[in-house]
């Protein structure tokens, strides 16, 4: 069964506008959440991480939103620009950290159109 | 510069023989990680070591096996045992302790035929 899971295979968005990627969980013991990014056959990049003591943090043109009741969470990127067209993967982990291996998703193909 | 290495980046072997893929880090992290991608599928997780000499098993496991020597380095050898290998590896690592993400290498995509 996939504890994390992103249901959007793929995404387009035009360039300036806002680009919102989703992510489910279902294991309520994950405590702390990335995303990354992904060029194909590139190893994966990361971008922006949150604990589940908080519900929203900011990095530039990345924020990321987490709903713990809901067990959702959400990154979004304003404004799209063509260079952040890529897989992004969804990650979770258990105890605040990640040293016991990260969980992902499947990933959201990103495409910003012109 | 500090960072991940991963050799060979494109690597081809026969059904049957054992081959081994290299990961060096020198970003003084404690823990390193092995995933596997395969098309259209998230990373899922082999073999992790938390610190030298000392490893664990991941969510697939099964038809590879790791060592920890040293801390730089944690190779992964696919053996023959391994029903799928044809995928691409990508080797990570991080501090391992506390709130920690984990730094990803440029993987290695290996072929068995």
């Known amino acids: 069964d996939q504890q994390v899971k992103q249901n959007s295979p793929s995404l387009s968005v035009q360039e300036g506008r806002i680009s919102i990627l989703n992510c489910d969980y279902t294991?309520?013991?994950?405590?702390?959440f990335l995303w990354y990014k992904k060029y194909p056959a590139e190893g994966p990049t990361f971008l922006i991480s949150?604990?589940?003591?908080?519900d929203k943090n900011e990095d530039g043109r990345f924020t990321v939103f987490l709903n713990k009741s809901a067990k959702h969470l959400s990154l979004h990127i304003v404004p799209s620009q063509p260079g952040d067209s890529a897989v992004y993967f969804c990650a979770a982990s258990f105890s605040g950290g990640g040293a016991d291996g990260l969980t992902f998703g499947k990933g959201t193909h990103l495409i910003i159109q012109p | 510069d500090g960072g991940i290495t991963q050799s060979p980046k494109y690597l081809f072997r026969k059904e049957g023989q054992n081959v081994t893929l290299s990961c060096e880090q020198n970003l003084n992290h404690d823990a390193m990680y092995w995933y596997r991608q395969d098309p259209g599928q998230g990373l899922r997780l082999i073999y992790y070591?938390?610190?030298?000499?000392?490893?664990q098993k991941g969510d697939i496991a099964e038809g590879y096996s790791v060592s920890r020597e040293k801390k730089e380095s944690f190779p992964l050898t696919v053996t023959s045992a391994q029903k799928n290998p044809t995928a691409f590896y990508l080797c990570?690592?991080?501090f391992g302790q506390g709130v920690s993400e984990q730094y990803f290498g440029p993987g290695t995509r290996l072929t068995v035929t």
């Open positions: 294991n309520s013991m994950f405590d702390y």
């Open positions: 990570a690592s991080s």
């Open positions: 949150i604990s589940s003591i908080k």
């Open positions: 070591s938390q610190i030298v000499n000392d490893f």
